[in-house]
């Protein structure tokens, strides 16, 4: 029996029990519907979390302060995990239990999601739009699990094309996550390297959540690599990128997107001058594009970041999909009207298919200058 299928029969049974001929569907009323996200908040990896958080908050307050979708609210519920799987589960748990949500949005991280993803399945509740560009969650194709960005394996194909097209360099090292998150971006960069005959020339690793680099950054000096590939959060980048300055330690940093460019812009200061980060979404200070002027518009200036802009593209299609499913929706009808969603939010656009539930393969290089993310085409 397939997803839907299940769905179907499950909404069929009830619309067959006296007095549930409306709202049957768990997490929603005849007035509103409640979507769950549970993320870091605080923490090393808080301004992710937060960014998601508040991108999604004010679609969702301007969509509801229009009127909702076919009259109801969008009433979207949040809980801190810290960036810790134990966490994640745990919140996932009484959000499905207690809150009974019509569906999970905007988690961050790939050990995280790792955690939540089998309470969704056994749920039967759509887990969408998680800020990780995890492969499991893409490949295959899973009923139920949506990605908005762009994958790692793609960031790190742009990555590691810019640096050895542009600066023609071969010794690259990653300094990693020791975790899921970790595996799977070092599972890019290899894939990447190999196509150009090239290995990864060194590795260090350092802990979830700790700045304790110290010991990994002097493993890495010792092979002196051309540029180092980092994997983890802009805290945690912040402190190797001090401890290398520190040791006399010259060499380039590159990171993925998940990095979290504006906190790092915060915690590093002008000795973040030079790293390059891969972004998923356009720069949300590009007011050029009907997209950020609408963002920029409903967000507070000192929360524009590509995180936010992130969470608010995340609440805008899922509003679609929303508004597309009917007056009477269901989980079977929303995401039937997700797989046959096209949109263009102005200047990004958005598609899925049965095949396809990844809905942007874009990718976009910035490099740090005096504390700005600066859109460039190359390392050059």
Known sequence: MTFRQLLHGLVTSCLLLPGLSEAVEPGLSVDEVRVGMVNAQSGPASALGLGMLNGAQAYFQRINAEGGVHGRRIRLLSLDDGYEP??????????????????????????TSRAALPLAKRAQVPYLFPFTGAEFLRTPVKPGVFNIRASYI?????????????????????????????????????????????????????????????????????????????????????????????????????????????GFIREVGNDGNGVYITQVVPSPHDSSLALVQAYQADMQPAEFDHASLEGYIGAAVFTQALRKAGAQPTRETFLDALEHLRMDLGGFKVAFSRSQHQGSSAVFLTRIEDGRAVPVATMR
């Open 86 to 111: 134990s966490r994640t589960a745990a919140h996932t748990r009484s959000l499905l239990k207690t809150q009974q949500v019509f569906a999970l949005f905007g988690f961050v991280g790939t050990p």
């Open 154 to 262: 793609e960031e790190t194909e742009q990555l590691v094309e810019r640096v050895t097209e542009d600066l023609k360099l071969s010794k690259i090292a990653i300094l990693m996550q020791d975790d899921s998150f970790g595996e799977s971006v070092k599972g890019g960069l290899k894939g990447a390297l190999l196509k150009r005959n090239l290995a990864l020339y060194a590795q260090a690793r350092i802990q979830r959540n700790s700045l304790n680099v110290k010991e990994a950054i002097e493993a890495l000096q010792r092979t002196q690599p051309e540029a180092v590939f980092f994997v983890g959060t802009y805290r945690q980048l912040a402190a190797a990128i001090k401890q290398a300055k520190a040791l006399g330690f010259n060499t380039r940093f590159i990171s993925v997107s998940f990095i979290g460019t504006e």
